[in-house]
Structure formats: structure tokens, C-alpha cells
């Protein structure tokens, strides 16, 4: 007995100890890995749990987002932009779009000197009586021939107690191309027509049986304008956005995300800058700005691109006759009746409302105890 005292004993060590120990092993190494940059938006990696997670660009992206990714990734591989992560494991989608908004705003001020550098000539500010009687005239030109006048408004925000304070309209039609931004609400450090004076002018106008308005989500605009008096309802002949919902409902109906995912069939594709972008989402922002000429140029790429994407809608709804009945058949009808129930809203019998609030009430309690 005294000899084994001194004998180790070594235990067996069976395959579900090295199943485990190698297990062990391989969560450690999966752990510790630290991805590639090429794996992160390229191919791939394995987590910890040894699931593949994959690449940015092997997630479902939006055409938008998909251009921002690719400006970050063009920027840090360029040196403009740091990863914000110790780790690449950290570095996500969503880590990566929140980025972009680092970059959009370190770049912000260099492309807004080069949207004022290269504005277009046919954009103005119209705040002199000359500048307006150039607008009253091309507003009597557009209803004599016929032609589609594209329309925005600029407002201090959403809610039904916000106003305008200023609007856009671009003409296209026997070789004439101008678009005009009217600020009337701006801070008073600008040069600007009064609210009363522009409304004067173009109360008649706008509301001129037979005048063609283009714009998109057309009864904001009109719910707005009827606050200033003018009421354009039955002038609205197109409205961009309920148009493209008749095309394909199941896209985004906003103006810039028409405009990214099909400018390039109708030769407007935008890369601008969006109002969020530019003005930090704050309608004073906008009104406020020290640049007019940057408001001009925002409120008059609007209207330009309204009546191009009314172009191109159009063009499309002519090859598929059906979609052109059921638009201007149904769609645009619509809009007036739907506008005129929301301009005389409905009456709330509040009494009766208490009432069946307890009647409510008992059903809910019975229904808890079933």
C-alpha cells in the first residue's frame, strides 16, 4: 500500500472532455477575433456564437442609405473621418449611417458654397414689385397656353397653426424655364415683399379657373394658402405624391426619394442635400437663415423638381392607360372632397362620449375576468 502513496494518477481523458475543451478553445479564439475591414462591409464574420453575421453591404439597404454608406467608407479609408470604435466588432450599420451625419455636417458648409457658387441662372429671389410683375406675367402666359405651373410653400412648420412665409413656382413651357422663390415671413434682415402685397398679386392669379398647379401633397400646400386667403383646390391638377401611390404604392412617395431612385430617367437626379440635412430639421432654421440665396435655391430646386417628376409621372401613366384613368378618373377627384371634409372637420357629442366611456369600461372589465 505504502507504494501507491506515491503514485499520481493521471484521469482518463475521454472525447466528451476534449468535445468540450476544444469548444472552449474555439469560443475563445471566436471571441478575440477582431474582423477585417473588407469583412465588416464586404463578406462577413463569425460572432462569438459562431453564427455568421454578415457585411453591411450584405444587409437589405435602402438606394439612399446605400450612397451614404459608401461616402463613410470612402471617407475613413481616405483618412477624413475617423471609425469612432476601438473594436471593428462594434462597427455596425446603424454605427456607420450615424456617421454620415459627422460627415454630412463637416461637409455641409463647403457644399453649400458650392450649391450658392453653381445656382442656377434661372433661380431668383423674388423680393422687388419688378421681380413680382415678372411673375404675375408668366403666371397670365402659363394660363393662356395651357401649361402646368409647379407650386410650394414654405412654412414654419406642420401643425395647423403654422403659416407661410414664403413660396416657390417654376414655369416651363414655350422655351421659357425660370423658377421663383417669394419670401414674405424671413426674419426681417432680408429684403422682402410684404405677406399682404405678394397675396394681393397672386390671389386673382392662383385662382383663375383653368391655371394648371402642380405640387406634391398638394392639400398641405393648399391648407396652408387658404390661411393667406387664396384658395387654389380646384387648380390642383396634379399632385405628384398621390401620383406615384397609383405608379407603385409600394415605394417611398417623398419628392428627393422619387427623385434619387428614377432622376435618372428624366435627367434629375438627386444628390443633394435634404432639408433635415441643410436646415437641421428646424423650419426656423430656414426662415431664419442668414442666406437667402441658400433658401432660394432650396425652394426653387422644389418646385423644379416637382414639375420634372409631373413630366416623367405622367409620361408613364400615358403608357398605361388604365393607371392614367384611375388617377385622374378617381385619385385627383378626391382631393378637393377630401380637403373640403377636413376645412369643415365634424362636431364631437362629448356628453355622449362620457357615456360610453363607462359603457366601454364595463365591457373591458367583463372581458379581463373572461
Same mark, same amino acid.
Given at each position: 500500500m505504502e507504494f501507491f502513496k506515491n503514485v499520481r494518477v493521471t484521469p482518463d481523458i475521454n472525447g466528451d472532455t476534449m468535445a468540450r475543451v476544444s469548444e472552449a478553445q474555439k469560443r475563445k479564439q471566436l471571441k478575440d477575433y477582431e474582423p477585417t475591414w473588407e469583412e465588416v462591409w464586404i463578406t462577413g464574420y463569425p460572432t462569438t456564437t459562431g453564427k455568421h453575421k454578415n457585411g453591411i +453591404? &450584405?444587409?437589405?439597404i435602402t438606394p439612399k442609405d446605400k450612397e451614404r454608406l459608401i461616402e463613410v467608407k470612402t471617407a475613413i479609408e481616405a483618412g477624413q473621418l475617423g471609425m469612432g470604435v476601438e473594436s471593428l466588432k462594434k462597427f455596425s450599420k446603424a454605427h456607420a449611417l450615424n456617421l454620415y451625419k459627422v460627415l454630412a455636417e463637416s461637409r455641409k458648409q463647403d457644399?453649400?458654397?458650392g450649391y450658392l457658387t453653381n445656382m442656377p441662372e434661372n433661380y431668383h429671389t423674388v423680393n422687388t414689385k419688378e421681380g413680382m410683375s415678372w411673375v404675375v406675367s408668366l403666371l397670365e402666359d402659363a394660363h393662356a397656353a395651357g401649361a402646368e405651373v409647379a407650386l410650394d410653400t414654405e412654412t414654419t412648420g406642420v401643425e395647423w397653426w403654422d403659416k407661410t412665409v414664403g413660396l416657390s413656382l417654376s414655369f416651363e413651357f414655350n422655351g421659357i424655364e425660370e423658377h421663383f422663390y417669394i419670401p414674405y415671413g424671413h426674419c426681417e434682415d432680408h429684403v &422682402?415683399?410684404?405677406?399682404?402685397? $405678394?397675396m394681393k398679386k397672386l390671389k386673382p392669379l392662383l385662382e383663375k379657373k383653368g391655371l394648371k398647379l402642380v405640387l406634391h401633397n398638394s392639400k398641405f400646400d393648399a391648407h396652408m394658402l387658404i390661411k393667406d386667403g387664396i384658395n #387654389?383646390?380646384?387648380? #390642383?391638377?396634379f399632385d405628384t405624391m398621390i401620383a406615384h401611390s397609383v405608379l407603385n404604392e409600394n415605394d417611398e412617395f417623398g419628392l428627393k426619394a422619387i427623385a434619387t431612385k428614377y432622376g435618372k430617367y428624366f435627367g +434629375? !437626379?438627386?444628390?443633394s442635400l435634404s432639408f433635415g440635412e441643410l436646415f437641421s430639421n428646424k423650419p426656423e432654421a430656414f426662415y431664419n437663415n442668414e442666406s437667402m440665396e441658400l433658401c432660394t435655391y432650396y425652394a426653387c430646386k422644389d418646385t423644379h423638381l416637382t414639375l420634372k417628376v409631373?413630366?416623367? &409621372?405622367?409620361?408613364?401613366?400615358q403608357q398605361q392607360p388604365?393607371? /392614367? !384613368? $384611375?388617377? +385622374?378618373?378617381? !385619385?385627383q377627384p378626391l382631393t378637393p372632397v377630401v380637403m373640403s371634409m377636413e376645412l369643415t372637420g365634424f362636431e364631437l357629442d /362629448?356628453? +355622449?362620449? !362620457? /357615456?360610453y366611456k363607462e359603457e366601454l369600461s364595463i365591457e373591458v372589465d367583463n372581458l379581463k375576468k373572461k
Open positions: +453591404f &450584405q444587409t437589405k457644399i453649400i458654397a &422682402q415683399l410684404s405677406r399682404g402685397f $405678394v #387654389i383646390i380646384k387648380n #390642383i391638377y +434629375f !437626379e438627386d444628390k409631373f413630366m416623367w &409621372q405622367l409620361s408613364m401613366m388604365k393607371l /392614367l !384613368e $384611375v388617377y +385622374f378618373g378617381y !385619385e /362629448l356628453a +355622449f362620449t !362620457e /357615456l
